[in-house]
């Protein structure tokens, strides 16, 4: 079988369609971060574990997972509450377990990206792989930009099957009060990584290696918002989204103008 790890933060609203879709897992944790609404009451009703730790960042919470929760299972499926498991990947991460192959330490899963109920494959990038599935003892994250990554010494495969993101589920205005939040963390990866580093991953065959260059790139761009929706919307397709891409696109487009905000004010700070 296969642990999961969900982490929380005034979850009420998004963790009970978490849980409900993970009814075939006898091992669920709720890693919370200190939760004031009925986060804990939800998830201890569910029987699902529940373990507090203040938050820092995401690569030291789903760290502080691994390194002090005592799972069931030696493969841990990490999941946000607003993230929806569904069969197919159940069934393969079940299959991943059984095989249990001591040559790999995680394994990429791609996302299907919801807003506004639907599916919004072109303008998310999608398959867009995060490492999820991770063994217990050997995973190890690290921090980047507002989120997290496999260490680089980590052994990964991919998945075929995908679990669910809701981008919507809050709110436009939720959307955009975090992702203001997370724009400083970006700037400051901005600042620390402005060289392009290999020219050659740009055009590499590995769909993720590709993105991550194109990341990079994008860091050295003049009028990085305006780029970012004409990347999103017009060479990745966005318009092929109907209105719900149109719509997100544009809330993309305002997070990279809270980036370029975040990064004139760090720029202004250290002079």
């Known amino acids: 079988m ?3 790890v969900i982490l929380t933060l005034n979850e009420e609203r998004d963790l009970p369609l978490c849980l409900a879709s993970l009814h075939r897992c006898d091992d669920i944790v709720v890693l919370d971060s200190g939760s004031t609404d009925r986060t804990v009451e939800i998830a201890t009703r569910a029987h699902a574990r529940v373990v507090t730790n203040p938050f820092k960042n995401f690569a030291d919470q789903r760290n502080f997972a691994h390194q002090q929760i005592s799972f069931q299972h030696q493969w841990v499926l990490h999941l946000d509450a607003d993230e929806i498991m569904t069969e197919e990947l159940w069934n393969e991460c079940i299959a991943v377990a059984q095989r249990n192959d001591g040559s790999v330490d995680g394994y990429w899963i791609a996302p299907k990206m919801m807003f506004q109920g639907r599916w919004i494959p072109h303008c998310t990038d999608f398959p867009a792989y995060q490492a999820r599935l991770c063994h217990a003892q050997r995973f190890r994250f690290i921090e980047v930009g507002h989120g997290q990554r496999e260490a680089p010494d980590m052994r990964m495969r991919h ?3 995908n679990y669910l993101h809701d981008l919507s589920s809050d709110g436009e205005d939720d959307w955009l009060s975090k992702h203001r939040r997370y724009a400083k963390a970006e700037a400051r990866e901005q600042l620390q990584h402005l060289a392009v580093g ?3 991953e740009l ?3 590995d769909a993720l290696r590709r993105r991550r260059a194109l990341k990079r790139l994008s860091f050295k761009l003049p009028c990085r918002p305006w780029f970012r929706f004409i990347y999103q919307y017009g060479l990745r397709g966005g ?3 109907g209105a719900a891409g149109w719509r997100y696109c544009n809330l993309l ?4 103008r809270f980036i370029d905000e975040a990064v004139r004010e760090l720029k202004k700070s250290s002079r």
């Not at 487009?253 to 990279?256: A, F, G, K």
């Open 239 to 241: 318009f092929l989204d």
């Open 253 to 256: 487009m305002r997070y990279e």
């Open 159 to 161: 998945l075929n099957a």
């Open 203 to 205: 055009f590499s065959r």
């Open 198 to 200: 290999n020219w050659r």
């Open 2 to 4: 296969v642990s999961v």
